[in-house]
Every structure is written in C-alpha cells, then in structure tokens.
C-alpha cells in the first residue's frame, strides 16, 4: 500500500507560457448537471455540492480549471458556479476557456462560431466569469473551422490583452504546427487515456519535445465519453487498483501523468469525494512493474 497525500502539488506543476499550474487540475463540464453532459434531460446538479466542489479543489491545491461557456445546463452554468465560488479568484488560479462550440439558450447546439463570431464567444467567457481577460483560450476545433482565419482572430484578441495566451483543442499535429506560426501555443487538448485514442500517443510526445502542454480529456471516461464511466472496468487496471488500495479512476490519471511531465489532466466530476481522490491520484506512484502491465494494457486496446 503507498501512502497518498491529497495535494494537487505532489504531482508536480508545468509552466503554460508564464503562468504555473499543478499537473492535475479540474474540468468543470461535469459541474452543471448529473450524468451526461449536454443531455438535454439531465437534471441540474445541486448547487451547492459543485460551488462545494469547486472550494474544495482549490483548498487541495488545484490552480488549473478547464471550462467553456458552453458548460450549462437547465439551471446551472459552470463558468457562474465558478465565479460565484471562486470569485475574487486567488492570484494563482488559472482559467481556461473553450470557444468554438456553441448552443442557443435552451441548449441545442448551434453550428460552431465563425471568425466573425469569436470575440463575442471570449467576450461572454469574460462576462460570466467576471473578469478582464482570460488566462487560456483553447479554439476548439469543430471540423470545418480554419486555423488560419480563426486562430487568427483569437491572436488578435491576445494582442489586445483579452487573452494571456493560446491553445488548440480537437487538434492534429498539423493543425498545431499551423496556429504556431501565426502566434504561440502554450498548450493542447485532445481525447486521451489508458486505453482510448492511443493514435495520439506519438503527438503526446511530440507536445513534449516541443514544450507543448498536453491536456488530455476522457482521461476517466474514455470511450463512454459525455456519458462518463460507463463501461465495466478492465480487470488489469482493477487489480493493480486494489494492490494499492485505490479506485481504477486514480490509476487512470496516475498512468496520464506518467506519459510525460507536460501532461496535465483535468478529470472532471461534481462529486466531492470522487474530486478528493483524483487529486490524490497526484501523489500516487507506480512501479516500473504496474507501468509495463497498463501499458500493454493501453497498445491491447487500441
Ligand atoms: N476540448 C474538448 O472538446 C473537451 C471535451 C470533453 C471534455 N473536456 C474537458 O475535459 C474535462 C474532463 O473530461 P470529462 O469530464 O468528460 O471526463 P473524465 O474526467 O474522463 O471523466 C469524468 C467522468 O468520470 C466520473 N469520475 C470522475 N472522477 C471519478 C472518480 N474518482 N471515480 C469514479 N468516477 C469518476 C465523473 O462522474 P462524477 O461527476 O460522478 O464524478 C464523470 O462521469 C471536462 O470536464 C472538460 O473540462 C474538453
């Protein structure tokens, strides 16, 4: 048995442009209802359980939250929960915001933002969270968007100090390559896990090599994706689980942020005891024998 401590420091922090985050961090997708997110019948999670999360996360040393405008529900948003927990926000907390996706007001999706569209898009992340600027600005890519034209405008945006600094979301290496050369990129973030999409293991590393942060989402839920942790646990990942006496979702993003000290995960949940274990996962270690068994585990299910 190892002895976890619940810090979200023992996992280590990353430099995003000149901005410190610990490695493990919060999403807030899953604060604004139970179950699956974006469901148009979700029920709205009790109020004060997700502004409970969102203090506790904090307290335990989280200073990265992953959000979006987008993130709401009946009666919930998420970026007004965090505002209304966290606001005035502590020096070292660090925000990110998607923009690209976005849903009318009772919910239904929308075709995703045209360049024209994307100031109003940050603008609105900056109302509901109560601030200035944004930290992090992710352009989430939907498919048909060009880097050129929207990257473009969010780097405009930068320049006029709405946003601190820039990242991809839903990126090829191509992609990447191509927003860097209109303005830095101090971060990405894709589908990753044990498990699931293990065709970006090669761009995991390439981030790495490049000082790219990597920020994997469904790290936990992997396939069930919105829907979350649906599928039936792998046999290997319980019993390495059980031998140290932790929950296969710890070993999940322990084995994430193994891949490498620029991948920062942001698991996210509305539950308050599901938050407290993954950040204790940050202080989790694995031994050479566990890595090379959730490993094989990960190239088995490809
Ligand atoms: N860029 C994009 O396109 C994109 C897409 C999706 C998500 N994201 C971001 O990435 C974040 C992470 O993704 P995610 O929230 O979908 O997936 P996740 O972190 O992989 O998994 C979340 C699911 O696992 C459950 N869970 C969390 N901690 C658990 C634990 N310790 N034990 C058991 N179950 C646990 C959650 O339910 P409970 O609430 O019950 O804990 C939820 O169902 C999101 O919150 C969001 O900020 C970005």
């Not at 999403?27 to 469901?39: I, K, N, S, V």
Request: aromatic share 6%; charged share 20%.
């Amino acid at each position: 048995m190892v002895s976890v401590r619940v810090d979200a420091a023992a996992g280590g922090s990353w430099k995003l442009g000149d901005l410190t985050v610990n490695r493990i961090g919060l999403g807030a997708m899953r604060l604004p209802q139970y179950g699956q997110a974006f469901a148009a019948d979700a029920v709205p999670r009790d109020r004060g359980e997700a502004v409970q999360v969102l203090r506790r996360a904090v307290e335990l040393g989280v200073n990265h939250i992953d959000t979006a405008a987008f993130y709401f529900s009946r009666l919930r948003s998420a970026n007004e929960l965090i505002n209304f927990a966290l606001a005035p926000y502590p020096d070292e907390l660090v925000i990110a915001a998607k923009v690209g996706p976005r849903r009318d007001r009772s919910g239904n999706w929308l075709e995703p933002a045209t360049p024209g569209q994307l100031r109003g898009e940050v603008e609105e992340n900056l109302r509901q969270l109560g601030r200035d600027h944004l930290d992090l600005v992710y352009l989430r890519r939907s498919g048909r968007d060009s880097i050129a034209e929207h990257f473009g405008v969010l780097a405009e945006l930068r320049e006029a100090g709405l946003i601190r600094h820039l990242e991809v979301s839903n990126a090829t290496p191509a992609d990447l390559a191509e927003a860097q050369a209109i303005a830095p990129v101090v971060c990405v973030q894709n589908p990753y896990g044990l498990g699931h999409r293990g065709n970006q293991d090669e761009f995991v590393d390439a981030c790495g090599a490049q000082g790219v942060a990597f920020v994997p989402f469904f790290t936990i839920a992997g396939a069930g994706r919105e829907a979350g942790a649906t599928a039936g646990e792998h046999p290997e990942v319980g019993a390495i689980a059980r031998a140290h006496g932790v929950t296969p979702a710890q070993i999940r993003l322990a084995w994430a942020l193994h891949r490498g000290p620029h991948v920062l995960v942001i698991p996210g949940t509305g539950d308050p005891d599901h938050l407290v274990d993954n950040v204790a996962a940050a202080g989790l270690s694995l031994t050479p024998d566990d890595l090379t068994r959730l490993d094989a585990v990960h190239r088995a299910e490809q």
